[in-house]
């Protein structure tokens, strides 16, 4: 069964006896912090097979066997890599969705070991920029990456990576109001305009590429990532330079929204066997929303009210496991179940059940209690319990911090 039970139809004492106490949250977070500062923030990675120099000496010399690399690694139903000896490495993303856990934790209990915390992994991720001139300032992985559109060596600049880093900045400028982290992001703007492939220019629509590499797969939340965080600069900048292009990046992906109030993950969809799936849509939602309240342009709200509830009805089921797409159940990913609580703990008026059940379901099945490490994915038969430093802990560590964000102090 799909679908949601939304707090509209609930009174407040219902909601209020579905809370799941601050404490608890904490505490979950407290483990998670020390486990994965344990690892001192390095770990494996979804996609990192040829980062094993096994598999990069026997299948990384072309295209399908680089491929048959990352996929056998990312299916197996355990963690072969410290077999195949493939290293923990930074993952800029995840630093960057830790360092936004730290800022909201901060923001709950004015702890100031959180706000260091979190400006110590700002000035890592400051040293962890892709090397090279690529116009200003941006972030990849540290793994080589074959993908069916495109290759990237390690360390190439990506524009959704580079965008999540740009956020940590953008909300560590709002706290503390340090000039360096708004003149980071300054800085990646002109990486965005100077550097990505530009597929699709209209007077009114915009569409930037993936990576700084000859590619025409159009990947949907790519322009509506960049559009935000250059709305979101404007907004605290009182520089409006790059206002229209984020307005043209934005309207380009909210008019490829279908009739029944959904987004492919490609344009045209044929291009990627990704249909409608939980996080991307999860990233698109949250990107425009971040874009009109920072613009104060709510022209799409409906189109946003009718995602979002696309993505409550068909993307998670009633216990609250998340769905892998619209169209297939599993296997229930952690990115997915982490997604769900970050975008539904903005609509507690609405979603709150539908929020608490995700957040319920998630301690309950994914998290290794007392150990502080988040697991991978459920499928119908069994649990991958090992643990992606970025995929599972990070982005649990910001969901859980967007979590109390909805919770009184």
Not at 20 to 47: A, C, F, M
Not at 85 to 108: C, E, H, I, Q, S
Not at 302 to 307: K, R
Not at 395 to 404: E, I, Q
Request: charged share 20%; with cysteine; glycine share 6%.
């Amino acid at each position: 069964m799909v679908g949601c039970i939304r707090t509209a139809d609930m009174d407040a004492s219902t909601i209020n006896s579905n809370t799941i106490s601050p404490q608890r949250i904490n505490t979950v977070l407290d483990e998670v912090y020390q486990w994965s500062r344990g690892q001192q923030y390095r770990g494996h990675n979804k996609h990192d097979g040829l980062n094993s120099p096994i598999l990069r000496a026997t299948l990384g010399w072309s295209k399908w066997p680089r491929l048959v690399a990352i996929q056998g690694v990312m299916r197996a139903p355990v963690n072969v890599r410290p077999i195949l000896l493939t290293p923990k490495v930074y993952n800029p993303k995840g630093l960057a969705l830790f360092t936004m856990g730290l800022l909201d934790r901060y923001r709950y209990d004015q702890n100031p070991a959180h706000l260091a915390e979190a400006e110590q992994l700002l000035q890592l991720l400051m040293q962890e920029r892709s090397p090279g001139d690529w116009g200003g300032n941006c972030w990849g992985y540290h793994y080589p990456w074959q993908d069916p559109g495109f290759y990237a060596p390690s360390n190439t600049p990506n524009a959704v990576v580079t965008s999540f880093v740009c956020e940590a900045f953008l909300d560590a400028y709002r706290l503390t109001q340090k000039q360096e982290y708004l003149d980071s992001v300054a800085s990646t703007l002109r990486f965005y305009t100077q550097k990505l492939s530009i597929l699709k220019d209209e007077p009114d629509e915009l569409c930037l590429g993936y990576m700084p590499l000859p590619m025409t797969m159009r990947v949907m939340d790519v322009s509506i990532l960049i559009g935000a965080v250059m709305a979101q600069y404007a907004q605290l900048s009182g520089d409006h330079s790059y206002s229209k292009t984020a307005e043209r990046l934005v309207r380009y992906v909210v008019n490829q929204q279908t009739d029944y109030h959904a987004w492919w993950y490609t344009d045209p969809p044929q291009d990627s066997h990704i249909t409608h799936d939980n996080y991307h849509t999860g990233f698109i939602l949250d990107a425009l929303q971040r874009y009109m309240d920072a613009t104060g342009d709510y022209q799409w709200q409906s189109n946003y009210d009718l995602g979002l509830q696309f993505y409550a009805d068909k993307l998670f089921n009633a216990d609250g496991s998340p769905r892998w797409m619209s169209d297939k159940d599993y296997p229930h990913d952690i990115h997915g179940a982490a997604q769900g609580i970050i975008t539904f703990a903005r609509h507690r008026d609405q979603y709150g059940e539908l929020q608490h059940k995700v957040l319920s379901w998630t301690l309950e099945n994914m998290y290794a209690e007392g150990e502080g490490r988040f697991y991978y994915q459920k499928t119908a038969h069994y649990t991958k319990r090992f643990t992606l430093l970025r995929w599972c802990n990070g982005w649990m560590a910001r969901a859980l911090g967007a979590h109390l964000q909805t919770v009184p102090t």
